[in-house]
């Protein structure tokens, strides 16, 4: 199969799907944020990654709705500068995909997919009490793709804050990935789930003359 995207006549969605099903597993970030009038907001996205390390910058990335609106996420976020990213692990996935449901605008994901908000030490926006681990951001910055169906809005958060459960973490303080089993996007309704992780080590050639 080709699909040439500059000299073709394929669908967005076409092009969409097949990438999604190669573009993967993809980390999901379930981002909490808060509206103007403080009604909390939860959602799944897994357009997600960690950016740089000094200083330490996440970015997720959200569709347009259907309507051809800003998601509530992204809403919410330029108007209070401030979200929460939790990590998903196996034990609520399904209160994950719970939250991803079409709410109007104003009712909590969090009342219903029964995940539980916790109070933040920097922003206004809640934690996820059930998540083993959840940072803190701060907008940095917004980036618009496209206007149109299939269209983006990415968002660039500086981590201030994160909290992470001690019983994830080894002797030497670090995470240990064989307790920290995180759910990750594939194609379609696909998900999966690292459930056994392992270790591969970069060579070190020997530049001796």
């Given amino acids: 199969m080709l699909i040439d995207i500059v000299?073709?006549?394929?669908?967005?969605?076409q092009v969409y799907a097949v990438c999604l099903g190669f573009v993967n597993p993809r980390?999901?970030?379930l981002v909490s944020?808060?509206?103007?009038?403080?009604?909390y907001n939860l959602a799944p996205f897994s357009f997600y990654n960690m950016v740089c390390a000094n200083p330490p910058v996440?970015?997720?990335?959200?569709?347009?709705?259907?309507d051809g609106t800003p998601k509530d996420t992204f809403v919410n976020v330029e108007a209070t500068r401030e979200f929460v990213v939790a990590t998903v692990t196996d034990d609520f996935r399904q209160q994950m995909v719970d939250s991803a449901?079409?709410?109007?605008?104003?009712?909590?994901?969090?009342?219903?997919?029964?995940l539980t908000p916790a109070p933040a030490t920097r922003v206004r926006p809640p934690l996820v009490r059930e998540a083993k681990v959840n940072i803190e951001c701060r907008l940095r910055q917004t980036i618009?793709?496209?206007?149109?169906?299939?269209?983006?809005?990415?968002?660039l958060g500086d981590v201030l804050c994160i909290h992470v459960a001690e019983?994830?973490?080894?002797?030497?303080?670090?995470?240990?990935?064989?307790?920290?089993?995180t759910v990750g996007r594939l194609g379609g309704q696909w998900y999966c789930t690292v459930t056994d992780p392992y270790e591969l080590h970069i060579p070190q050639p020997d530049r001796r003359s």
């Fill in 7 to 13: 000299g073709g006549t394929n669908d967005w969605k």
């Fill in 27 to 29: 980390p999901i970030a």
């Fill in 167 to 181: 019983e994830i973490l080894d002797a030497e303080r670090r995470i240990d990935p064989r307790k920290l089993p």
């Fill in 33 to 39: 944020t808060i509206s103007a009038n403080g009604s």
């Fill in 58 to 66: 996440v970015m997720f990335s959200t569709g347009l709705k259907r």
């Fill in 144 to 155: 618009v793709i496209g206007d149109g169906p299939g269209s983006a809005r990415i968002v």
């Fill in 101 to 114: 449901a079409l709410l109007p605008y104003g009712e909590s994901e969090f009342d219903f997919s029964g």
